[in-house]
């Protein structure tokens, strides 16, 4: 399939690519704390969003124990209740996932596997990181204030959100709404960065159909979020608007406990429509850096071209476009035009075509492969494997009627955290064991990791797949407790409380994770440079981990896309992106 | 109401189209390439500050788009009110006007290197732009002084009607991208100061004029939408 050319002509000297000037750090300060190297950003990034998403995790622990043992903690007030709820979902979806893959991986490797030095704005990218830190705290913060954090739900809907009665409808609201609009001006900065470093700053010869499918989805993943996160931005300052100036952009005229309160004409669907305006394409945003990890990880550890590249990118741009139009099909409850309603059904359920596409693609990919069963690649089948369940719950979803009766079900719980809570946790702790290596020198230790992968994927399993049921049984969600609903029966208790004691010990068990990755940065095995034996640049470095600059005296040169793995005819079973054409026969080994 | 969404959706449609022109016809996986023979790594031949620029103005773009598609969701409720029009607004305009006029002398100066030039043309751009923004700030004062805004205990917020509200919104989110374009036009100010020769600011100077004509589109936009008359028509064309 692969011509091979042994022409001398062939033989290229290293490209001449324009160099940049570097900041050079000299100051502990500025290396480490107003750093302006992207990998260490991609660290604090990183960092900062497990962090904050262990608060996240200590939320859910605090839901599932009133849940799974109604009235045990007196503790856990109505109040409490729903405002871990709130803030487990913000902090999840936008503190931990979105920082997580595009600040995170996005900054360490873009960099890295395109063959550049660095971003090309880096005082931007390091503003962009500071910016976030400072959302983080000021979302904290609203856990301190009279009357504590939001308690309206992630979606924060308005009037709800901001009237007496609803937990932190004064301050802590306030201070939610500044928390986002920080982290929207902030990923802005970000986010100009990775799509303009990805367009220009490529190395010679590294087209974009060269690119690793992490870049892809990376990529995609931040032009969605650039031109969604302004809808958000917008709804935001309105709603602030509302609360602090009592203008009536969302709030219509109340009556509350027989007092006339100040608003009048406002429109509470305009703000849920802007509010999925920007959060359906926030479920791709999240996903799309997931499914180029992942099948990079797939094509890496099953030694095997990834099948279908050109599909594999397509889908990503078209599952990308899709998702700006289908927005309303969380609103199918809110009360709408029934053309609307088949529109958006339409949309929703289109997009399962591309989708599906990448499926195949990776099982494909699997198929006669040379699979290692290494952590990396146990997490990567792992998520195949929830997002095809979470998918197919989506299927039951995207139709009106069925989504109907459903909205307001622990059968939504159960489907968005499949699709979009533990299918793109799951890449992440495939892409960390992956990219460990390269980050610090060491391995991460194989026992630890495989424990750690069982546990949390049959743990996963334990927690959500019975939710479905519930869901069916018709238990509503976000409910502080059940009492007497004649329509629940009462064994719906004891599967509630086997999801609790599932959630518990996957909760515990990530604590392994963090131990395993603290443990190894000190007492790991050497990784060497590129221990996967995998083909992007980011292994090819000359130092590892790599130095400020990335690559050495000269930038790589590409020859080839990212995934020649098992080329007939080759000494080794991977050929490096910035191989010389002739020079492979004898030298793959040898390769840096 | 779909005007504003269709603009979006072209961004959208660009940004697709663009990739997967690039994508077609390319087969990766055939044959590696000798590196004389391959394209430089950037995708297009422009500094990366002028694609930033241009990544930036699409951002923009999709944060005012959806501001006007809300403001015209909003005309659609019973309590929507004409905007009593502040008159500064007109004088306001002509500030804006003249100061993108002053940032394309200097544009125009700066290509031909005429580093004397290029300093007028930034200090008169920077001068009418502070001008234009204390005169938004007048108009909030002129608002305020006829009573549309005070703070929602007295119902003012209220009384003065959506409108007035959304006045407030435009505006100041305009005038947030004013700062900012007056930021980067204060460091190429600052540059042409100590000494830089008009090759060296030509990038900044190219970059900030396209920004203000930008602002200034933006603005007539906005400002047009506000326009009392305007505004009946959009509302009585959506509330068939």
Same mark, same amino acid.
């Given at each position: 399939m692969v011509a091979v050319t042994h022409d001398e002509s062939a033989y290229a000297p290293p490209a001449e690519t324009e160099e940049v000037e570097l900041h050079h750090a000299h100051t502990?300060?500025?290396?480490?704390?107003?750093?302006?190297?992207?990998k260490w950003i991609g660290i604090?990034?990183?960092?900062?969003?497990?962090?904050?998403?262990?608060?996240?995790?200590?939320?859910?622990?605090?839901?599932?124990?009133?849940?799974?043992?109604?009235?045990?903690?007196?503790?856990?007030?109505?109040?409490?209740?729903?405002?871990?709820?709130?803030?487990?979902?913000?902090i999840m979806v936008i503190y931990l996932l979105t920082a997580l893959f595009l600040g995170g991986f996005g900054n360490y490797l873009i960099p890295l596997?395109?063959?550049?030095?660095?971003?090309?704005?880096?005082?931007?990218?390091?503003?962009?990181?500071?910016?976030?830190?400072?959302?983080?705290?000021?979302?904290?913060?609203?856990?301190?204030?009279?009357?504590?954090?939001?308690?309206?739900?992630?979606?924060?809907?308005?009037?709800?959100?901001?009237?007496?009665?609803?937990?932190?409808?004064?301050?802590?609201?306030?201070?939610?709404?500044?928390?986002?609009?920080?982290?929207?001006?902030?990923?802005?900065?970000?986010?100009?960065?990775?799509?303009?470093?990805?367009?220009?700053?490529?190395?010679?010869?590294?087209?974009?159909?060269?690119?690793?499918?992490?870049?892809?989805g990376i990529f995609t993943a931040t032009i969605m979020a650039l031109l969604a996160f302004p809808a958000l931005f917008v709804s935001v300052l309105m709603m602030l608007l509302d609360q602090t100036l009592g203008t009536s952009f969302f709030m219509p005229s109340l009556v509350l406990t027989g007092q006339h309160l100040d608003y009048s004409g406002g429109n509470p669907i305009l703000f849920q429509h802007l509010f999925w305006?920007?959060?359906?394409?926030?479920?791709?945003?999240?996903?799309?850096?997931?499914?180029?990890?992942?099948?990079?990880?797939?094509?890496?550890?099953a030694r095997k071209a990834i099948f279908g590249y050109r599909m594999m990118v397509w889908a990503i741009l078209i599952i990308g476009g899709l998702s700006f139009a289908v927005w309303a099909h969380h609103m199918f409850v809110s009360g709408m035009n029934l053309y609307f309603g088949f529109f958006f059904a339409t949309t929703t359920l289109i997009i399962a075509i591309p989708t599906a596409l990448k499926v195949y693609n990776w099982v494909l990919t699997l198929w006669r492969g040379n699979i290692h069963f290494?952590?990396?690649?146990l997490f990567a089948i792992g998520f195949v494997f929830t997002f095809v369940n979470g998918?197919?719950?989506?299927?039951?979803?995207?139709?009106?009627?069925?989504?109907?009766?459903?909205?307001?079900?622990?059968?939504?719980?159960?489907?968005?955290?499949?699709?979009?809570?533990?299918?793109?946790?799951?890449?992440?702790?495939?892409?960390?064991?992956?990219?460990?290596?390269?980050?610090?020198?060491?391995?991460?230790?194989?026992?630890?990791?495989?424990?750690?992968?069982?546990?949390?994927?049959?743990?996963?399993?334990?927690?959500?797949?019975?939710?479905?049921?519930?869901?069916?049984?018709?238990?509503?969600?976000?409910?502080?407790a059940l009492d007497t609903a004649p329509f629940v029966p009462a064994s719906a208790q004891e599967?509630?409380?086997?999801?609790?004691?599932?959630?518990?010990?996957?909760?515990?068990?990530?604590?392994?994770?963090?131990?395993?990755?603290?443990?190894?940065?000190?007492?790991?095995?050497?990784?060497?440079?590129?221990?996967?034996?995998?083909?992007?640049?980011?292994?090819?470095?000359?130092?590892?981990?790599?130095?400020?600059?990335?690559?050495?005296?000269?930038?790589?040169?590409?020859?080839?896309?990212?995934?020649?793995?098992?080329?007939?005819?080759?000494a080794e079973d991977f050929i490096p992106q910035n191989q010389p054409p002739a020079a492979r026969a004898d030298s793959a080994g040898s390769a840096r | 109401m779909m005007t504003p969404l269709v603009v979006v959706v072209s961004i959208m449609a660009v940004a697709m189209i663009w990739l997967l022109r690039?994508?077609?016809?390319?087969?990766?996986?055939?044959?590696?390439?000798?590196?004389?023979?391959?394209?430089?790594?950037?995708?297009?031949? !422009?500094?990366?500050?002028?694609?930033?620029?241009?990544?930036? !103005?699409?951002?923009?773009?999709? !944060?005012?788009? !959806?501001?006007?598609?809300?403001?015209?969701?909003?005309?659609?409720?019973a309590d929507w009110r004409t905007f009593v029009f502040p008159s500064v607004l007109w004088l306001n305009t002509g500030l804006l006007i003249l100061s993108d006029l002053a940032m394309r002398s200097a544009r125009a100066a700066s290509r031909r290197g005429k580093i004397d030039r290029v300093r007028a043309g930034l200090i008169a751009t920077g001068v009418l732009s502070f001008a234009f923004l204390a005169g938004q700030i007048w108009a909030w004062q002129q608002l305020n002084a006829s009573g549309y805004f005070t703070t929602a205990d007295v119902g003012g917020a209220v009384a003065a009607g959506p409108a007035n509200s959304f006045f407030y919104l435009f505006t100041a989110l305009h005038g947030l991208h004013v700062l900012g374009g007056l930021w980067v036009w204060g460091r190429t100010t600052v540059r042409v100061w100590q000494g830089a020769n008009a090759a060296r600011v030509r990038l900044s100077v190219e970059l900030c004029t396209v920004y203000w004509h930008y602002l200034l589109v933006v603005w007539l936009v906005l400002l047009a939408l506000l326009i009392p008359a305007i505004s009946e028509l959009c509302r009585g064309r959506l509330s068939f």
């Open positions: 502990f300060i500025e290396k480490y704390v107003f750093s302006q190297d992207a604090q990034y990183g960092t900062t969003a497990l962090a904050i998403g262990l608060v996240g995790l200590a939320l859910s622990a605090v839901m599932r124990l009133q849940l799974g043992f109604p009235g045990t903690f007196s503790f856990i007030t109505p109040s409490n209740y729903l405002q871990a709820v709130s803030m487990h979902g913000l596997m395109i063959g550049a030095r660095d971003m090309v704005f880096p005082i931007m990218n390091m503003l962009s990181y500071w910016l976030y830190f400072l959302a983080v705290l000021i979302l904290v913060a609203s856990f301190f204030v009279p009357g504590g954090a939001t308690g309206s739900g992630w979606t924060l809907y308005p009037p709800a959100a901001i009237l007496p009665g609803t937990p932190g409808s004064g301050l802590g609201i306030v201070l939610t709404l500044v928390s986002l609009a920080v982290f929207i001006i902030g990923f802005t900065m970000g986010g100009l960065n990775y799509v303009v470093t990805v367009l220009q700053a490529r190395a010679r010869g590294m087209t974009l159909m060269r690119l690793p499918l992490t870049v892809w305006y920007f959060g359906h394409p926030e479920v791709y945003i999240v996903a799309l850096p997931a499914f180029g990890i992942a099948s990079d990880l797939i094509s890496t550890h290494t952590v990396p690649m998918g197919l719950s989506g299927l039951f979803l995207g139709n009106v009627p069925v989504d109907v009766p459903l909205a307001h079900t622990l059968f939504v719980v159960a489907h968005f955290h499949m699709v979009m809570a533990v299918s793109p946790v799951l890449v992440f702790f495939g892409a960390i064991y992956h990219w460990y290596p390269k980050i610090t020198g060491r391995m991460l230790d194989d026992t630890m990791g495989r424990i750690h992968f069982w546990v949390t994927f049959i743990g996963a399993y334990c927690i959500f797949f019975p939710m479905h049921y519930l869901g069916f049984l018709g238990v509503p969600r976000r409910y502080y599967l509630n409380a086997e999801i609790s004691i599932a959630a518990l010990i996957v909760g515990a068990f990530q604590l392994l994770f963090i131990y395993n990755v603290i443990w190894s940065y000190f007492k790991g095995k050497p990784a060497g440079t590129n221990p996967w034996r995998a083909t992007t640049l980011e292994w090819q470095t000359a130092h590892t981990p790599p130095q400020h600059g990335n690559f050495g005296e000269t930038l790589p040169a590409v020859y080839r896309w990212a995934y020649d793995y098992s080329v007939p005819g080759a | 690039q994508t077609v016809n390319v087969k990766p996986w055939i044959e590696e390439q000798a590196v004389e023979s391959a394209p430089s790594g950037a995708s297009f031949s !422009l500094p990366p500050a002028t694609v930033g620029l241009g990544v930036f !103005l699409a951002v923009a773009t999709s !944060l005012f788009v !959806l501001t006007i598609c809300a403001y015209f969701m909003r005309m659609m409720a």
